[in-house]
């Protein structure tokens, strides 16, 4: 499956964005979807996932009540809501998928996006 992040961009703290992520393929709903985000000089880490179904999700603490992570399936995409921005969410943001359960390590995921730059300003 190849992934294509899109929708980052510059925003105010306390503002919103959502992210997209097009898979290709025809087995999507196949595939745990996850959101991961890499800030400056830091570690690669997770932020949302969610089931094949959708019915299933599981977010950072960091994230939790702010972000939103959500899919349709009929058009091989999965969103990632974010609300209430803080300057400490800046990040280049990848989604991820899997074809085993959904989980919250990188390492979990095989197929990965290019990646797109949020920079959330104060």
């Known amino acids: 499956v190849q992934l294509q992040a899109s929708g980052g961009g510059l925003v105010q703290a306390g503002g919103s964005l959502r992210l997209s992520c097009a898979a290709s393929?025809?087995?999507?709903?196949?595939?745990?979807m996850g959101w991961f985000r890499q800030g400056p000089g830091k570690e690669r880490e997770f932020v949302a996932t969610?089931?094949?179904?959708?019915?299933?999700?599981y977010y950072a603490d960091s994230v939790k009540g702010r972000f939103t992570i959500s899919r349709d399936n009929a058009k091989n995409t999965v969103y990632l809501q974010m609300n209430s921005l803080k300057l400490e969410d800046t990040a280049v943001y990848y989604c991820?998928?899997?074809?085993?359960?959904?989980?919250?390590?990188?390492?979990?995921?095989?197929?990965w996006g290019q990646g797109t730059q949020v920079t959330v300003s104060s």
């Open positions: 991820a998928a899997s074809l085993r359960a959904y989980g919250s390590r990188s390492t979990e995921y095989p197929y």
């Open positions: 393929g025809r087995t999507f709903s196949g595939y745990a």
């Open positions: 969610i089931s094949g179904s959708g019915t299933v999700t």
